[in-house]
């Protein structure tokens, strides 16, 4: 986040409503920040991006930030949602690079044309400095701004919604009731074939319910800044999220000795070089029968075994095949259950290196190079 020094100066704190509230994970999808763990823009594979405003009398300015699965390496866009508006975009792959797509009116004026065409996020992330970039598979944040209470359900111009950010990033506080986002937020991705815009599978974001406890002003909100969570949520926020998203185990079951079938982990608000978590996986039959490696020892002292995995970069997914294949007679596991266990940081990473990992993990299939069945499996 190299920007950070130079957007912490002159930021002007509208005080908007107390830190109060600690932040929780919503259950009724709606919240003030989202998080879409996996998107995929990969050979005849798109993901559609959808944002909500769920609120029918207030408008809500935010940001969208796209993030590559090796260092979260980001592009990412402003919106601006009038009550009840919907934003959309598409992420697609052509050649090597990655493009967003969209045609939506809740875009920037200034933005509209070349998104309409399609906006290489790819060479746009590495001309601003970013290096290693990977954006054919990644995450979604959707990050609070303000909101704006209207007073009624009637259409707002998208250029009085323009010229409110101008004004935040000016310093200065725009006529209307300005408030920070209050829950109103929320949204979905759907995996598309490029040829087809019938969804294979739909994922709806992750959402949080007071993340947002202040509206920001100043150079922190500028369109050309990097999207930080620690200071467009607050390092108390973004540390209340990281702890609700901090596991140990997660388990899903399996079918077909796992073939075509991924498990997908998103460690948000890493962004590190190099970062590598260690794991241990247990694996059953529906008869409960458990893999057992039997060891041998006949010398003395007995070697140390090490029975750890390992994942790297942001966004890690992993073969279910490959896991089963891991096992000492694969083909007793045609289906059963699988716990990946004691997912542990080994880089300095979140709360850092031996402490459990804060993730999303999703669950999918690859059917006829299509995604399908995408969903999120439990954690402990």
């Known amino acids: 986040m190299k920007k950070v020094t ?11 409503m107390a830190l109060a509230s600690n932040v929780v994970k919503s259950t009724d999808g709606r919240g003030d920040f989202l998080i879409a763990p996996l998107y995929v823009a990969k050979g005849n594979v ?4 959808t944002v909500y405003n769920t609120n029918t009398t207030r408008s809500i300015l935010a940001k969208v930030a796209f993030r590559e699965q090796t260092y979260s390496n980001e592009v990412d866009i402003p919106i601006f949602l009038s009550p009840g508006d919907v934003w959309t975009g598409k992420l697609c792959q052509q050649g090597s690079d990655v493009y967003l797509y969209s045609s939506d009116d809740s875009n920037h004026p200034q933005a509209k044309a070349m998104l309409a065409k399609g906006v290489d996020i790819t060479s746009y992330s590495v001309k601003s400095g970013h290096t290693d970039v990977d954006f054919s598979t990644g995450y979604i944040e959707v990050y609070p701004i303000a909101e704006f209470n209207e007073r009624s359900d009637a259409k707002v111009a998208k250029s009085i919604l323009v010229n409110r950010w101008d004004s935040l990033i000016k310093g200065k506080y725009p006529s209307n009731t300005l408030k920070r986002v209050y829950n109103d937020l929320a949204g979905n991705v759907e ?17 949080f319910k007071n993340a947002h406890s202040k509206t920001l002003t100043g150079q922190v909100v500028a369109y050309g800044n990097d999207t930080n969570p620690y200071i467009l949520l607050g390092r108390e926020k973004t540390t209340q999220i990281l702890k609700i998203l901090q596991h140990k185990t997660t388990t899903f079951t399996y079918s077909n000795y796992g073939k075509n079938q991924f498990i997908a982990f998103d460690f948000p608000f890493g962004y590190n070089h190099d970062q590598i978590r260690k794991f241990e ?49 694969p083909k007793l596991f045609k289906e059963g259950q699988i716990q990946i266990k004691d997912i542990t940081n080994v880089t300095d ?20 190079n299509k995604i399908t069945n995408a969903h999120y499996i439990p954690t402990k």
Not at 6 to 15: M, Y
């Open 6 to 16: 130079s957007a912490l100066i002159g930021v002007s704190l509208a005080a908007s």
């Open 46 to 49: 798109c993901t559609k991006v």
């Open 191 to 207: 995996y598309v074939d490029k040829n087809d815009p019938t969804p294979t599978s739909i994922l709806p974001m992750t959402a």
């Open 281 to 329: 996986i247990e694996v059953r039959d529906t008869k409960e029968n458990k893999d057992v490696k039997k060891e041998v020892v006949i010398f003395s002292p007995a070697p140390k075994i090490n029975k750890s995995n390992y994942m790297k970069n942001e966004v890690a997914i992993i073969s279910v095949a490959d896991l089963i294949s891991k096992t000492s007679n």
């Open 349 to 368: 990473v979140q709360f850092g290196p031996g402490k459990h990992a804060s993730f999303i993990p999703t669950f999918f299939m690859i059917t006829n």
